[in-house]
Each structure stands twice: as structure tokens, then as C-alpha cells.
């Protein structure tokens, strides 16, 4: 599968092989998979350095498994954070929004 091939049937973005894959590669199912574990690390937040640390990882193979894991658990560990402190700033948004609406009336 050619370049132009993937981009158009896996909606991959150019930027991301232009990052990752060598210009005029063809692509075979591994290779497909391995973009969309790319596509994926980055869809969720991990940095350049961080995917390509990651997928180096993979290319090792099982042996690297449980170190794959423990970094896919702090990356949760850091968005559940994050997403506590964004429901915490709502909290105290809506407060706001109340006390004023309250006010008005």
C-alpha cells in the first residue's frame, strides 16, 4: 500500500508519517498497525520523545510488556488527574454562574 493510500483509507494525518516513516515506504498490515499505536499515543496526549521511546519498546517485543504498561499507567494516571482538576474548575464556575443568576433575580 502506497503512502497516498494510507493516508486516504486510514485517515492517518501526513504529519504523523512525515514524523515516523520513511518517504516512499510501502506499507504492509504491521506497518499499519504500528502507525495507529502512533496515532493513538499522540491522539492521548504523549509527546514525540515519549511515542518514539514507546514504540521502540514495542519493536523489542513481549519482554518489554510490563514496562509498556506501567507507562500507559501514568499517562492515565496523569489525564485522570487532569480531569479531576477540570470538573473541580467547573464546580466552582457553575458556583459563579448560580451566585450571579441568584443576584440578577
Known amino acids: ?12 494525518p501526513a504529519q ?8 516512499g515506504q ?5 506497518d499499519i498497525e504500528r502507525i495507529s499505536t502512533i496515532v493513538t499515543l ?3 496526549g504523549f509527546k514525540k520523545e ?17 514496562e509498556r504498561l506501567e507507562i500507559l499507567e501514568v499517562k492515565r494516571s496523569a489525564i ?11 464546580e466552582c464556575l457553575d458556583y459563579l454562574r448560580y451566585k450571579m443568576k441568584k443576584t440578577k433575580e
Not at 16 to 23: A, H, K, N, S, V
Not at 50 to 66: F, H, N, P, W
Not at 84 to 90: M, R, V, W
Open 16 to 23: 504523523i508519517l512525515d514524523e515516523y516513516e520513511p518517504q
Open 1 to 12: 500500500m502506497t503512502r497516498e493510500e494510507v493516508l486516504r483509507r486510514y485517515k492517518i
Open 80 to 90: 485522570l488527574d487532569e480531569m479531576h482538576k477540570n470538573e473541580k474548575q467547573l
Open 50 to 66: 515519549d511515542i518514539k521511546a514507546y514504540m521502540l519498546l514495542e519493536q523489542i517485543g513481549v519482554s518489554t510488556l510490563r
Open 26 to 30: 510501502e506499507y504492509n498490515d504491521s
Open 42 to 44: 499522540n491522539d492521548i
